[in-house]
């Protein structure tokens, strides 16, 4: 499953990339970044359903995740032969489009997310940025999530 989260995760990355550093390097508050874990929970519990459904839609067109996700890793890297059959590759094709299909409304419900949490879309954009280069950031982060896990 951990190579369909890295599948799933390039579908969403315009919600995390394109993003300076420079951006996000002003002051960012703790009250911001309460908005920003809020968000970040919400975003993974829309990934993890959307992780479920993509599983779905492999199992329904006759493929094991881990099989569609060996082809899809190949297919996505050039220097890689896709060891698959012509067969395989039509049902990872037929899985593909289906996928492409749901992205959209994965990514409305994720931007909705964000902008309920208060912060753009930009914003969100900025501080995740932030957070995978800066580690006193990162251990604020940590620790909110830690508080609002111990308060759920």
Same mark, same amino acid.
């Given at each position: 499953?951990?190579?369909?989260?890295? @599948?799933?995760?390039?579908?969403?990355?315009?919600?995390?990339?394109?993003?300076?550093?420079?951006?996000?390097?002003?002051?960012?508050?703790?009250?911001?970044?309460?908005?920003?874990?809020?968000?970040?929970?919400?975003?993974?519990?829309?990934?993890?359903?959307?992780?479920?459904?993509?599983?779905?839609?492999? @199992?329904?067109?006759?493929?094991?995740?881990?099989?569609?996700?060996?082809?899809?890793?190949?297919?996505?890297?050039?220097?890689?032969?896709?060891?698959?059959?012509?067969?395989?590759?039509?049902?990872?094709?037929?899985?593909?489009?289906?996928?492409?299909?749901?992205?959209?409304?994965?990514?409305?419900?994720?931007?909705?997310?964000?902008?309920?949490?208060?912060?753009?879309?930009?914003?969100?954009?900025?501080?995740?940025?932030?957070?995978?280069?800066?580690?006193?950031?990162?251990?604020?982060?940590?620790?909110?999530?830690?508080?609002?896990?111990?308060?759920?």
């Amino acid at each position: 499953m951990s190579k369909l989260k890295a @599948t799933t995760l390039l579908l969403f990355v315009t919600l995390l990339g394109g993003v300076s550093f420079a951006q996000a390097q002003d002051k960012i508050s703790d009250a911001e970044l309460n908005k920003f874990a809020n968000a970040f929970q919400v975003v993974q519990m829309e990934n993890q359903k959307a992780q479920q459904k993509m599983a779905t839609v492999i @199992t329904d067109n006759g493929m094991e995740v881990e099989r569609f996700s060996t082809i899809q890793q190949a297919v996505s890297n050039p220097n890689q032969e896709a060891d698959a059959t012509d067969a395989e590759m039509k049902k990872h094709d037929a899985i593909m489009a289906e996928i492409k299909k749901m992205q959209p409304a994965i990514e409305a419900k994720m931007e909705k997310a964000v902008a309920d949490s208060g912060i753009t879309i930009e914003r969100y954009q900025a501080i995740g940025t932030a957070l995978q280069q800066d580690k006193s950031l990162q251990q604020r982060f940590q620790s909110i999530m830690m508080k609002n896990a111990k308060q759920n």
